[in-house]
């Protein structure tokens, strides 16, 4: 794993044996946990890196070491849970059922997971402006049917369907903003 804003990864540094690279990453861990749960908590707007740096018990030094700012603490934050709803694709896939079948639960779970989490939704409320996040979860969308329907759909339609899914995405996210302020 590298560091955000640096392709440098700590493990392969010559600097840092390994006790060293882990207690790095065991701090850095600590900032995402931390961060993730006041971005949960507070959002991600009404939470400073100060309030970070005080709830993780380090520095501003030490939080700066590892993100650059709080956007690329979100976009990992965001990152990791793509890439576990990635394992969760191939996950249902090995169960054998039916494509439709597959796609359907792995869709479903998906979005139970992002939008009836209050503080997980929260989250993706914002991360899914972020244009980079964004591709990455369309890439998703492709993953995921390139996974269950192999070559079923021919590549021309695939980018097709995955907007149209994003797009289903996207608006589903929109209501639930749109519920969060007015309800």
């Keep these: 794993r590298g560091l955000v804003g640096s392709e440098m ?92 079948t597959g796609f359907a639960i792995d869709f479903r779970i998906g979005y139970i997971t992002t939008l009836e989490d209050p503080k997980l939704s929260r989250l993706w409320l914002v991360a899914r402006n972020i244009p980079e996040i964004h591709r990455f979860s369309f890439e998703n969308k492709r993953i995921r049917l390139r996974t269950f329907f192999g070559d079923r759909i021919p590549e021309e339609e695939l980018d097709f369907l995955a907007i149209a899914i994003q797009g289903i995405a996207d608006a589903i996210f929109e209501q639930k903003k749109n519920e969060n302020l007015h309800g």
């Design 9 to 100: 990864c700590i493990r392969d540094s010559p600097m840092i044996d390994q006790s060293q690279g882990k207690q790095i990453y065991k701090k850095r861990d600590e900032i995402l946990r931390v961060a993730k749960k006041l971005f949960s908590e507070k959002g991600y707007n009404n939470t400073s890196m100060r309030d970070i740096v005080k709830e993780a018990h380090t520095s501003m030094g030490n939080l700066y070491f590892h993100f650059p700012n709080k956007l690329a603490i979100l976009k990992l934050i965001c990152r990791e849970f793509i890439y576990k709803l990635r394992s969760q694709i191939y996950q249902i896939h090995r169960l054998n059922f039916s494509p439709q």
